[in-house]
């Protein structure tokens, strides 16, 4: 766990000062600080939560722009499998399940999902996309080249390769870390994560929009019609918000550009408007009410401008992260 300096760079600073792997310069932000406590992830008192997204730094680990801490004693597996913290890497799609107060979130547990394991059936390098186990997996600029493979052109068909990455819409596999994996077994990952009880912060592209809910990487979510009409299919988002028995609820979304980019373009929450007989105004929608909409119509279709807070969420200052693969 002593090879993470050489490969984040400016986004990890000394263990021995405050830890910047989320942060921009200027302060706090990427899932929003609120009213006194996380905000964006509502860790307000001791709660759950669940984050499923692309790690994008370390120091602890930051992935949706959270950043969580971890140790050596920290399960970790790889798609359920028992494996090492030395194995998390930049651009690989993890599951954490953590628990919050105040300012700090530890990872209880930490899933690698790879989205397919296998041989390539099929190359074409041109345009950067591979079929392996009979998905489509589509290779961005962007996408992390990791353990043995140098570059695509170097990919060959028949060689087994690990990919990491978020479901497009159309199902095929948008990668954001490509590692060659001789020794694996081939796997493809169809089933929709768990995220557990209580808070969740979540990435991945939209597959499908209604007028009240949204479904995000094979999971159905509740979205209030102010943030489910500004979403459209295969739009990259982040959301977070809460689960309530089996529903998840959806709070905030953020349209981000990249999966490695956790600053988002723009976020969306629920307006506040004024309530019929309630002159004191001030009511939100969203939170799992359902708000008359008529006080609209003169408004047209208005979406929140991206506010300050835009940068990500610092958690734990506390312990120390010395490895990565």
Known sequence: MKRIAALILGCLAG???????????????????DGGGIGGTGLRVETDVGILGVVSAFASICV?????????ATPVSLN?????????ALGQVVLVRATGSGMQARARSIDIVASAVGPVAALDAGRGVLEIQGRAVRVQPA??????????????????????GLAAADGSIV??????????KPIVVARAPDLGPGRFVVQGYVSDVQPESVRV???????????????QRDRLVRMVGRTEGERRIVERAD????????RPERRVQ????????????????????????SDRSDRGDRTERPQRDDRPERIDRSGSNSGRR
Not at 80 to 88: C, D, I, N, V, Y
């Open 80 to 88: 359920g499998e028992p494996a090492s913290p030395a194995q998390l």
């Open 217 to 231: 990487g094979g999971m159905a979510f509740q979205a209030s019609p102010d943030i489910s009409r500004e979403l």
């Open 175 to 184: 990668a954001t870390r490509i590692d060659a994996a001789p020794d694996a």
């Open 15 to 33: 263990l021995a000062g405050p830890a910047r792997a989320c942060v921009d310069p200027g302060g706090i932000g990427g899932t929003g600080v």
């Open 143 to 164: 996408t992390v080249l990791g353990e043995g493979v140098a570059s695509m052109a170097a990919v060959r068909p028949g060689q087994t390769l690990r990919v990491s």
């Open 270 to 293: 629920p307006e506040r408007r004024m309530r019929d007989g309630d002159d004191r105004g001030g009511g939100r929608s969203g939170r799992g009410d359902r708000t008359d909409r």
């Open 64 to 72: 949706n722009g959270v950043e969580v801490h971890y140790d050596a």
């Open 255 to 262: 349209l981000l550009a990249r999966p490695l980019d956790i």
